[in-house]
Nanobody
């Protein structure tokens, strides 16, 4: 049984930082691309970042502020979020996908096979 468990969310002021973690079990972690998505109330789930074996991609809205990384020895993917803004407020979800990925599909939620339960991030103004 595959499980993805996120942690690290919380309440932070504008300009602050948070580090999200997602621990995966029940899969061969190194064989999966790992992604972070977010969903604000009334909005669709949107791509934030993803990391494969080497490359990482980011949504334009977070590029330069967020950094995704992975530790295959710990089956864990991280999202370091700096310079947070109120518009970053959302539930953040970790996802794992076997691919294959291209420049035209890595940002689509449907391309990911497994999802975590989500962790709330709230940025106050």
């Amino acid at each position: 049984q595959v499980r993805l468990v996120e942690s690290g969310g919380g309440l932070v002021q504008t300009g602050g930082s948070l580090r999200l973690s997602c621990v995966a079990s029940g899969l061969t972690f190194r064989n999966y691309a790992m992604g972070w998505f977010r969903q604000a109330p009334g909005n669709e789930r949107e791509f934030v970042a993803r990391v494969g074996s080497i490359m990482a991609d980011y949504a334009t809205s977070v590029k330069g502020r967020f950094t995704i990384s992975r530790d295959n020895a710990k089956n864990t993917v991280y999202l370091q979020m700096n310079s947070l803004k109120p518009e970053d407020t959302a539930v953040y979800y970790c996802a794992a996908g076997a691919g294959p990925y291209s420049s035209g599909n890595y940002y689509r939620p449907g391309m990911y096979d497994y999802w975590g339960q989500g962790t709330q991030v709230t940025v106050s103004s």
